[in-house]
């Protein structure tokens, strides 16, 4: 029996930001509308979808891998920035009264979040390659290609 050492072993390990997607606590109060709400869950799970994307899918042609890294820069505050929103409600649930200094900080937040959201969504949709076989005569195609001035008759477009 050989008494050697074995050699240490090492794993790779992939960086995925947004393991989870961003949820609203619906216990906590309300200090924001429902529609940034939905926005930044789309932005989670666009986000997610695309720092993931070359991990999923190798040979994908969706996203160039600059794309993804631009995106991934992009957002690479994003959950922190979704934390510090969730710190204002949770805040706002305990003090049970919100002043007026309070509700600009978090007015000022939101707004971050909001136009934060918007550029990465921009990016993704702008770096998107979509395939032909995505794009429907009909102008339903799933990944709504058409909505953004794609046209059946190309092999290959940028949204």
Known sequence: MNDAPHPPTTSIQF???LLTT????LRLPKLWSSEVDCLMGR???????VCRYRYKCPDGTRWADEAIEAIRDAGK???DDMRVLDGWRRTAAAVELVDETMMRKIADDVEHMEVLCS???DMINEYEVVPHNYIKAE???LAGASLYGASSDKLCTRR
């Open 22 to 25: 961003y949820e609203p606590d």
């Open 119 to 121: 550029r990465i969504n």
């Open 15 to 17: 960086h995925f930001p």
């Open 77 to 79: 505050h994003m959950e």
């Open 43 to 49: 932005t989670s799970r666009a986000y997610a979808l």
């Open 139 to 141: 102008g339903f195609g």
